[in-house]
């Protein structure tokens, strides 16, 4: 029995090991040459395995960026989870602001890897549809933070949440990858305050008034 479990551990342990040889083969190609250039032949040849022990772990390049991107996606999950109950305009633009300067921190410390996200995003449906699923999941938060706000008062009810957290989650995104993509040279905490001042004065009302 024992020499059975020490032979299921070490066939355990290739298998992670494989496993993270792939992944750590295909970062370093993604950055050199990109992910639309690189493949998946090249990906296993520089990580010495073979196609058939490869494909047991990824069914293609695209599977192993989504991977090497879980660890940020969870970031990114986490964040859009974040308890959000103010009671007055001023605690909700804190809160927010705090929220959109550790989004585009979190792309910015990120860069190299979400550069090869953005990219793939045109050139994979897997990829694609992965991060539609960060977007849904945002707005879907960012429209129950709407809600509660409207619900007891403190922001406009004429406005509809879900269109409101659309246009407020896009304008982030949009953000997030001109920094990722280096076409803004505005400081984070700039863009933040404004794009933050901007959505909250729009939105939330002075309850003191």
Known sequence: MKNEEKITDGRSLRSIMTRQKLLDAARELFYEVGFEKTTISQIIKRAKTGY???YVHFKGKDDIL???MENVMQEFLEMAETPFFPTTKDEAKQLILKQVFAFLNMAKSNEKIMKVFSDAIGLSQSVNSKWKEIRQANIHFITKDITYAQNIGLART??????????WFYTNENYQWDIIQNVTTSPLE????TITTMYVDGLYLDLEH
């Open 66 to 68: 989504i991977m090497l």
């Open 52 to 54: 058939g022990t490869a």
């Open 158 to 167: 004429d406005l509809k949440a879900e269109l409101v957290a659309k246009s």
């Open 190 to 193: 700039d863009i933040a305050w």
